[in-house]
Nanobody, 114 residues
Framework: QAQLLESGGGLVQAGGFLRLSCAAS????????MGWYRQAPGKQREVVAT???????NYADFVKGRFTISRDNAKNTVYLQMNNLKPEDTAVYYC????????WGQGTQVTVSS
């Protein structure tokens, strides 16, 4: 079974930046699409950004211009560069991958202080 391992979360001040990484246990060419979701306390999980196997990207409106999703096929890794972070970006961020079946990472906490 495919495994996704996130890293890069942490505590940062508003206006700061973080880069999340999602390392897959197999070639990411196997996935139709990969992406990042987040879930804040008391809220539903929501999509942040996705990237297809062809490199097509999509972003939630609330991160456009601030976050960038990318992939390194040689490293089987997907990244989420998060700039100009806001307190409302505080959440657990989950890596997601789909190849007809969805797979999730365990999540990494991002906390943005004001």
């Amino acid at each position: 079974q495919a495994q996704l391992l996130e890293s890069g979360g942490g505590l940062v001040q508003a206006g700061g930046f973080l880069r999340l990484s999602c390392a897959a246990s197999e070639s990411i060419f196997n996935y139709i699409v990969m992406g990042w979701y987040r879930q804040a306390p008391g809220k539903q999980r929501e999509v942040v950004a996705t990237i297809s196997s062809r490199g097509t990207t999509n972003y939630a409106d609330f991160v456009k211009g601030r976050f960038t999703i990318s992939r390194d096929n040689a490293k089987n890794t997907v990244y989420l560069q998060m700039n100009n972070l806001k307190p409302e970006d505080t959440a657990v961020y989950y890596c997601w991958a789909n190849k007809g079946v969805s797979y999730w990472g365990q999540g990494t906490q991002v906390t943005v202080s004001s």
